[in-house]
Structures are given as C-alpha cells and as structure tokens.
C-alpha cells in the first residue's frame, strides 16, 4: 500500500487541511510529522507555491522531495507583487532586470527544457510576458528581441 502525493503548497505554510491532509489522511503515516517536515524544508520559499511529493511506506514512514516553485511564483517573489495584470500587453505590473531574469533562469533551469542559461532566460522572459512584467523597462517581447540580437550575451551567455 506504499503510494506518493504530490501537491502544491505555500512554502513554510504546510498544515493538516487541505490540499495535503485529505490526501494523507487514509496513510499510515503521522500526518504532523509530514507537516512539520514540510515545513522545515520549504521555510525559505517564504509563501511560494512549491511542489512537494511525499513518498511513504506501510509502515508509516516517509520521504519528502521539494521542487522549485513555478516559474510566475519566482517572478512574482522577485518582482514583488501578488498577481499579473489582466492585460499583460498594456498594463505592466512590474519590472525586473536582467541580472533578476538569469538568476530566475539559473534557479529553473533543472525543471526547464533548456540547455543552458541563455536559453532558460527567454523561457523565463515568456513568462514575464503573460504576467505583465517588464524587463529594464521594456516590453517583454522587444527585450526577447533585443537577446536574440545578442545585446545581453554578456550577462546571459
């Protein structure tokens, strides 16, 4: 009867009710204890969504493995706002710089499909772009121009 979970949860904010304790409640293990741990491992994503899996066993043990937080989370954390914009192409909510961009990149780059930080960093400038966000002030979609052209291969690269 040895299964795995797998949820989103606030990092540092793990508690027995939903999404996680229904989900643990018919396991064998103490649900306080997968809690706790939780929460000792994910305490400095402060607030993030960060995806967890809790693997366990009949005996009630268990094993905790923490991801990286989405991409928009990291953004947001770093940019410092709640929520995009609902007209991202016209109403920025924020900005960030290219130095905050490469290290979004480098954070995500084991969950990304890129190969390296250039590439990372204009998967990471997509979602700046749905979110509203602007990237040394400029729209999201000229900056990813501008990249390509190679005016950021310095930081990037």
Known sequence: M????????????ANPGPPLGPELGPTP???????????????AFDGMEVPVTVEYEDTGDFSIS???????????DEA?????SGEP?????ANMSVDQVRKIAEQKSSDLLSYDTFNAAK?????????????????????KSRMEDGEYDDILK
Request: contains cysteine.
């Open 2 to 13: 040895a299964g795995t979970i797998e949820v989103l949860i606030p990092g540092g904010e």
């Open 29 to 43: 293990v103490n649900v306080q204890d997968v809690v706790q741990t939780i929460n000792d491992e994910t305490d």
């Open 66 to 76: 923490v991801g990286v937080p989405p991409t928009a989370e990291l953004i947001k």
């Open 80 to 84: 410092g706002f709640e929520s995009g």
């Open 89 to 93: 192409q016209e109403n920025f909510v």
């Open 123 to 143: 998967e990471v400038v997509g979602t700046c772009t749905s979110l509203g966000v602007t990237i040394d002030g400029n729209n999201p979609r000229e900056f």
